[in-house]
């Protein structure tokens, strides 16, 4: 079993910058493949990015060169550092977990979700 707790979001203004944190419980945090979603109101829960193990990323087309994932194993920790932030980023962004060694960007594969914390950019 996993425990994912997300934090960092917040309210910002358009072009400014949040650093979204997930903590994570279990001793096989570092073989996960960590993923982060968002899910805006009256939209389904989209891929934003996702790191292996091996530290392999993969990034959803509308955050590339804006948005970047990392991740510290002696933390249990993923990060998702979000600058140039726009109003359409507004959403509730969730943390995932899984023990798949590739990347994977459909959430329906993921077997671990934090609870979400909301962020909202404004114009």
């Known amino acids: 079993q996993v425990q994912l707790v997300e934090s960092g979001g917040g309210l910002v203004q358009a072009g400014g910058s949040l650093r979204l944190s997930c903590a994570a419980s279990g001793r096989t945090f570092s073989r996960y493949t960590m993923g982060w979603f968002r899910q805006a109101p009256g939209k389904e829960r989209e891929f934003v990015a996702a790191i292996t193990w091996g530290h392999s990323t993969n990034y959803a087309d509308s955050v590339k060169g804006r948005f970047t994932i990392s991740r510290d194993n002696a933390k249990n920790t993923v990060y998702l550092q979000m600058n140039s932030l726009k109003p359409e980023d507004t959403a509730v962004y969730y943390c995932?977990?899984?023990?798949?060694?590739?990347?994977?960007?459909?959430?329906?594969?993921?077997?671990?979700w934090g609870q979400g914390t909301q962020v909202t950019v404004s114009s």
């Open positions: 995932a977990a899984d023990t798949s060694v590739v990347i994977i960007t459909d959430r329906k594969k993921y077997d671990y």
